[in-house]
């Protein structure tokens, strides 16, 4: 499985951005797909999951710091898991992965990160 993260950027405190992962292969075998980031100085942490496909089992979820601002959303036709960001903090900089797993918390495939900046 290959994974492709897209749609970071530069954007202003209290703005917006929606990052993308196309995923391509074996995606059938796939149980879940999250997002993670890694900060500048700090250890990766974990952002949301959603299950894949219609058997992906157990339910979307969040990180304290998510709830309420981001929204974790596929789409099986496209193979394309995205995370809509809104209300973004300055503190929300980081280099954000998505990751998929083929058993419940087993991220083994993992994407090459996209930088989101978020300015005071």
């Known amino acids: 499985v290959q994974l492709q993260a897209s749609g970071g950027g530069l954007v202003q405190a209290g703005g917006s951005l929606r990052l993308s992962c196309a995923a391509s292969g074996r995606t059938l075998a796939l149980y879940a797909m999250a997002w993670f980031r890694q900060a500048p100085g700090k250890e990766r942490e974990f952002v949301a999951r959603i299950p894949w496909k219609s058997w992906g089992g157990g339910t979307t979820e969040y990180a304290q710091s998510a709830k309420g601002r981001f929204a974790i959303s596929g789409d099986n036709a496209k193979n394309t898991m995205y995370l809509q960001m809104n209300s973004l903090e300055p503190q929300d900089t980081a280099i954000y992965y998505c990751?998929?797993?083929?058993?419940?918390?087993?991220?083994?495939?993992w994407g090459q990160g996209t930088l989101v900046t978020v300015s005071s």
């Open positions: 990751a998929a797993a083929r058993t419940r918390g087993n991220y083994v495939y």
